[in-house]
């Protein structure tokens, strides 16, 4: 089984930064051992499908731990699933009766099985959830924003240690804080902690190349080490104060700034009195936007789910070092027959499979295999991880309080995806759709005279909008001229529809009709994000439409998608817009329509989403010094050369023998850079 990777220009942007999952592989070769069943090393199906096949398989499985994939047609993961007796477990799916309707349509729709086993169930809870997170099962309960957490890094590989934001695996050397529920949560802290403590938040490169204090030393922020206003000695004291308030000694802290502001005081040196007193403030600041701060909990994550209506909320509190870091809900995808404590227990599972469980866990209801998870975490964490439902005193009020929050955030969830489902209809109604889209993709170009051009593509459906979904696309044809927005879009649809069509050949499929005695069957069709946009909106009148058609009629395609445009109206005013589609000439919804609002927020987004893709591509290249380009210019020899020069454009027009003159750079790497500018120009 290979896993899918994506062009580095055409890549998927979940645009919190998404954070990728390990591979089964690696949770070690020597944790898994693939079945033997024969001589040819595969067991061939034949024609058998669903109870059939199963019962075949079963009789030549062990009995021994292990996973299980369940595959349905054009090779489609259906199902993963764990057990400690692969033979026992498998052997259930055979049984006539007593299976839910979603278990009975997964084995029905089963083409092909695929086994591996494990040393333990433990070991098999793991994979079971790397491999759902991986694959995604239709059938089972999925975490969907499994986006990574952000932490707040304090480096350790700089004689000056930076404090900044983190996210994504921990490949630098430092002591990592957290998790938070949110960045902002990070950026508030950190702002707090800079005027707390002076640590500075500028890269390697630019400490290097300081020749004196920027504003943020000028508002107090910084203590600038760059330039010697402070000594690294004392810095790293500032940095220990830093660590040590992070790791939950913040009334010691706090009592040490309180006794030297008192010193300063009683020896009349008001000034630095005024220096600790604001930096007291600033980490009382820091406590006061945590909300709870129980005694005596040091370290826990703190769960809590609620159902109702068909959807699931899972709400998460994480506590550190005794403060409150923040809360985050979930709306796993999970079929309306499941009980919440079987729910609750596979979010779990692919909840701790990227990230650090914390020594306690507090959870409202006894979950399934709870023993199991416990000792799974606890081995992966190489330290003990307690779960507990507590029934009285503080930690009951922590999950009480959770839950009253699960409570809410799912009623927004429901007001919300109602709201969508009457504006999907409406869609329907106004374009004339076989059906209310459950997939939309609208696309925008954004560039500057031609320069940095970007192509952005949003996806919106049932749940709002889906920004794991959201794709860029770095203009690459050479043969664009400079502002040509067809070329552009041209470019983009055949990126995107040629991928399409490579990967998902059997194009769009219809929704499957709701049958009202198989209501659980529907929810499954329903909460699935087809591949295929059911609709593409492009952000132009006929010129762009007609272009765009041309593209999907040369890919053999134009039957299969609806496509409509968004053209601006009369004076570019919001409100007076001309939607363009087949069939139907030109025309303009009422000025309150909720559908128009509702296009003009898909445009709007895309919009969005295209401009700051744009500024980022844009900013990257205008922060890109040429000397980074040389091969052995570090920091200390670009610091060096800029020191000596002014700037990087002085150095490309310096003679050779003005090279050499630089303290630290060498005759040859004086003819390397003489060389580089040389050729270039």
Request: net charge neutral; with cysteine.
């Amino acid at each position: 089984m290979t896993a899918q990777t994506e062009d580095l220009d055409d890549e998927l942007v979940p645009e919190t930064g998404a954070a990728t999952t390990d591979t089964a592989a690696a949770i070690g070769a020597s944790l898994i051992a693939a079945i033997d069943w024969d001589d040819a090393g595969k067991f061939v199906a034949g024609d058998l499908v669903g109870v059939e096949l199963i019962a075949a398989l079963a009789k030549r499985l062990p009995n021994q731990s292990g996973v299980y994939r369940m595959f349905g047609k054009d090779g489609e993961v259906l199902y993963v699933g764990k057990a400690r007796s692969l033979k026992k477990r498998v052997t259930s799916y055979t049984r006539m009766g007593g299976h839910t309707q979603r278990i009975a349509r997964m084995i029905r729709e089963t083409r092909q099985m695929e086994f591996v086993t494990t040393r333990t169930e433990t070991e098999a809870l793991l994979l079971e959830a790397n491999l759902i997170k991986r694959l995604r099962p239709r059938f089972n309960v999925l975490m969907r924003d499994d986006k990574s957490f952000p932490y707040i890094l304090v480096s350790e590989d700089h004689e000056a240690p930076a404090i900044m934001k983190h996210r994504g695996g921990r490949s630098r050397k430092g002591s990592y804080f957290g998790p938070f529920a949110s960045a902002g949560a990070v950026g508030r802290t950190i702002n707090s902690l800079q005027r707390a403590f002076l640590l500075r938040t500028c890269t390697d490169s630019v400490y290097e190349s300081r020749t004196r204090p920027c504003l943020l030393h000028q508002i107090k922020r910084c203590s600038a080490p760059c330039t010697g206003e402070i000594g690294i000695d004392d810095y790293r004291g500032l940095v220990n104060e830093a660590k040590a308030f992070l790791s939950g000694r913040s009334n010691q802290i706090k009592n040490g700034m309180a006794a030297a502001m008192q010193d300063a005081s009683d020896d009349l040196d008001f000034e630095r009195a005024a220096i600790y007193r604001d930096r007291l403030a600033a980490l009382s600041h820091v406590q006061s936007h945590q909300g709870i701060n129980p005694a005596g909990i040091e370290e826990a994550d703190v769960f809590a789910i609620h159902q109702e209506g068909g959807l699931t909320s899972i709400q998460v509190f994480f506590f550190r070092t005794g403060q409150n870091w923040g809360n985050r809900a979930y709306f796993p995808k999970a079929d309306p027959s499941l009980e919440a404590a079987e729910v609750l227990g596979a979010f779990l599972a692919q909840f701790y499979d990227d990230k650090p469980a914390p020594r306690l866990i507090l959870l409202p209801i006894q979950v399934e295999d709870e023993a199991l998870l416990a000792e799974a975490l606890s081995v992966r964490a190489e330290r003990r991880v307690e779960i507990a439902v507590p029934s009285r005193g503080l930690k009951k009020d922590l999950v009480n309080h959770a839950a009253a929050n699960a409570r809410e955030a799912l009623g927004r969830r429901l007001a919300e995806t109602s709201s969508q489902a009457r504006l999907l209809k409406g869609l329907r109604e106004t374009f004339a759709l076989p059906h209310p889209p459950r997939r939309i993709e609208v696309y925008d170009n954004s560039h500057i005279m031609g320069t940095n051009a970007v192509g952005a593509m949003i996806v919106a459906g049932p749940e709002g909008f889906a920004k794991n979904q959201y794709r860029k696309f770095n203009i690459k044809g050479a043969d664009i001229t400079p502002g040509d927005d067809f070329g552009m879009m041209k470019e983009v649809m055949t990126r995107r529809f040629s991928r399409l069509l490579k990967e998902h050949a059997e194009g769009p499929q219809a929704p499957e009709p709701v049958v009202e005695e198989d209501e659980d069957d529907a929810a499954l069709s329903d909460t699935a994000m087809p591949a295929w946009p059911d609709l593409v909106l492009i952000d132009g009148g006929k010129g762009q439409i007609s272009a765009v058609r041309g593209i999907l009629a040369e890919l053999g395609i134009a039957d299969k998608v609806t496509t409509i445009g968004v053209a601006k109206g009369v004076d570019r005013d919001a409100g007076r817009e001309r939607f363009v589609t087949e069939g139907r000439e030109p025309f303009s919804l009422p000025p309150r329509d909720p559908v128009l609002y509702f296009l003009q927020r898909l445009r709007d987004e895309a919009h969005r989403f295209a401009i700051g893709s744009h500024r980022a591509r844009r900013k990257k290249d205008l922060v890109k010094n040429p000397l980074d380009e040389i091969a052995g210019i570090g920091p200390s020899r670009k610091r060096a050369l800029l020191h000596h020069f002014g700037t990087a454009k002085a150095v490309s027009r310096a003679a050779l023998s003005d090279l050499r003159e630089v303290e630290g750079v060498s005759a040859t790497m004086a003819k390397s850079i003489y060389d580089h500018f040389h050729e270039q120009g």
